[in-house]
């Protein structure tokens, strides 16, 4: 069996080790704690896949450090959320219907804690909360609920997390991140890293704003920007949507204070990426049965065809080095250490230059084509109240 070159074992580790410190970082300290829980939830496929693809390097590359997942279905789970519709595992009627169920019995849960005097009452109390950042949606209930790895009961094989109530998801939640907790300290530990470095950026000046609103009214809204009475497919854009802009506005400014741009780097591409790869198929699936607007359509199909877009979508080598930490051999032997990150990006193809350009103009695109489409509905929603 080949052997992977130093430099390129090097790199792996160093990409898992600023991930690592991001999350642990985000998940203890103080000056966080005003971001830190929507931004887990916002951000949770992201640490899904540092943990399940972390374990894998560390097997790889240091056999004396097993790690045990004692919740790896979930973790994995989560993980392929990062996907969105980028899925080949799964159709995109499969993943839309998974979604939506999930989706269901949040609003379900939701729904339990409002006390009416009649049914209809309840058809048009707040079941879905709305978090913004600079008024742009990072994350609603919904989106959390399908992040963090729970599958409906029609799919689930889990028993842990096959019901949906206030006391079988904090033993959910709890569980995975204690998980999460250990292979991060774990990893610290092994690569000998400092938790808490003596030096950090700026504190964090970010705020999440709180918002509700009926889900019925909200999906409504966005559908018809898309396709009138599509909730599947609404929710599918507002899965697009958290993904893209807290990957753009939360990713970079908790990046900054920790010290972890490669961190950064690494989650808003893969971020675009998917993002950009699920909006082609939904381009596609459209042209086999009409599920969009023709505005819609032709917007998507422009923002897909920018030239930073198009650059980003052809880096699928850079994209699995990036999810998986593994560095081919033949891409190895091209790493360089005077370069940053050790010269990957110029290995796949083209200047570090030109691919931070092109990750921040396709970012700006993407996220702006999708604020189109939600923009009405979060503009109705009501600002939460203490």
Same mark, same amino acid.
């Given at each position: 069996?080949?052997?992977?070159? =130093?430099?390129?074992?090097?790199?792996?580790? &160093? /990409?898992?080790?600023?991930?690592?410190?991001?999350?642990?970082? /985000? #998940?203890?300290?103080?000056?966080?704690?005003?971001?830190?829980?929507?931004?887990?939830?916002? %951000?949770?496929?992201?640490?899904?896949?540092?943990?399940?693809?972390?374990?894998?390097?560390?097997?790889?590359?240091?056999?004396?450090? !097993?790690?045990?997942?004692?919740? +790896? +279905?979930?973790?994995?789970?989560?993980?392929?959320?990062?996907?969105?519709?980028?899925?080949?595992?799964?159709?995109?009627? &499969?993943? /839309?219907?998974?979604?939506?169920?999930?989706? #269901?019995?949040?609003?379900? %849960?939701?729904?339990?804690?409002?006390?009416?005097?009649?049914?209809?009452?309840?058809?048009? !109390?707040?079941?879905?909360?709305?978090?913004?950042?600079?008024?742009?949606?990072?994350?609603?209930?919904?989106?959390?609920?399908?992040?963090?790895? %729970?599958? $409906?009961?029609?799919? !689930?094989?889990? =028993? #842990?997390?096959?019901?949906?109530?206030? +006391?079988?998801? *904090?033993?959910?939640?709890?569980?995975?991140?204690?998980?999460?907790?250990?292979?991060?300290?774990?990893?610290?530990?092994?690569?000998?890293?400092? =938790?808490? =470095?003596?030096?950090?950026?700026?504190?964090?000046?970010?705020?999440? &704003?709180?918002?509700?609103?009926?889900?019925?009214?909200?999906?409504?809204?966005?559908?018809?920007?898309?396709?009138?009475?599509?909730?599947?497919?609404?929710?599918?854009?507002?899965?697009?949507?958290?993904?893209?802009?807290?990957?753009?506005?939360?990713?970079?400014?908790? #990046?900054?204070?920790?010290?972890?741009?490669?961190?950064?780097?690494?989650?808003?591409?893969?971020?675009?990426?998917?993002?950009?790869?699920?909006?082609?198929?939904?381009?596609?699936?459209?042209?086999? $049965?009409?599920?969009?607007?023709?505005?819609?359509?032709?917007?998507?199909?422009?923002? %897909?065809?920018?030239?930073?877009?198009?650059?980003?979508?052809?880096?699928?080598?850079?994209?699995?080095?990036?999810?998986?930490?593994?560095?081919? !051999?033949?891409? *190895?032997?091209?790493?360089?250490?005077?370069?940053?990150?050790? *010269?990957?990006?110029?290995?796949?193809?083209?200047?570090?230059?030109?691919?931070?350009?092109?990750?921040?103009?396709? &970012?700006?695109?993407?996220?702006?084509?999708?604020?189109?489409?939600?923009?009405?509905?979060?503009?109705?929603?009501?600002?939460?109240?203490?």
């Amino acid at each position: 069996m080949a052997l992977t070159s =130093p430099l390129a074992r090097q790199l792996e580790f &160093e /990409l898992l080790a600023s991930d690592v410190v991001f999350f642990a970082g /985000l #998940a203890v300290r103080p000056e966080l704690e005003s971001i830190r829980s929507i931004g887990l939830l916002a %951000l949770m496929p992201f640490a899904a896949a540092t943990v399940v693809e972390g374990v894998g390097l560390v097997e790889r590359g240091r056999p004396s450090s !097993q790690i045990r997942l004692n919740h +790896e +279905e979930l973790l994995r789970t989560s993980r392929l959320r990062l996907k969105v519709l980028d899925d080949d595992a799964k159709g995109f009627d &499969e993943i /839309l219907r998974e979604a939506s169920a999930i989706a #269901a019995a949040s609003t379900g %849960l939701m729904m339990k804690l409002h006390r009416g005097w009649a049914a209809w009452k309840r058809l048009i !109390q707040p079941d879905l909360g709305v978090y913004l950042v600079a008024n742009r949606m990072i994350c609603t209930t919904h989106t959390a609920a399908v992040n963090i790895g %729970l599958r $409906s009961q029609a799919t !689930q094989r889990n =028993p #842990a997390a096959a019901s949906f109530t206030f +006391e079988t998801l *904090g033993r959910h939640m709890y569980a995975v991140s204690v998980q999460m907790g250990q292979f991060f300290g774990a990893v610290l530990s092994a690569l000998q890293i400092d =938790p808490a =470095p003596a030096s950090f950026g700026p504190p964090p000046n970010l705020a999440i &704003e709180s918002r509700d609103t009926s889900s019925g009214r909200f999906y409504s809204s966005v559908g018809r920007n898309l396709r009138a009475n599509d909730r599947a497919t609404s929710l599918l854009v507002t899965l697009m949507v958290s993904q893209t802009n807290s990957a753009r506005l939360l990713i970079p400014v908790i #990046a900054s204070f920790l010290n972890t741009d490669s961190a950064a780097l690494r989650l808003r591409f893969l971020s675009v990426f998917h993002v950009t790869s699920s909006l082609q198929k939904l381009v596609d699936r459209h042209h086999l $049965s009409a599920i969009l607007q023709p505005a819609a359509v032709s917007s998507t199909q422009a923002a %897909l065809r920018t030239a930073d877009v198009r650059r980003i979508r052809r880096l699928r080598g850079l994209r699995n080095i990036f999810m998986h930490y593994r560095v081919p !051999q033949e891409l *190895g032997r091209s790493l360089r250490a005077d370069l940053p990150l050790r *010269g990957v990006v110029e290995a796949a193809g083209g200047s570090f230059g030109d691919f931070v350009s092109a990750l921040d103009q396709s &970012e700006m695109v993407i996220s702006d084509l999708l604020e189109g489409f939600v923009s009405e509905a979060v503009g109705r929603s009501r600002l939460t109240t203490a």
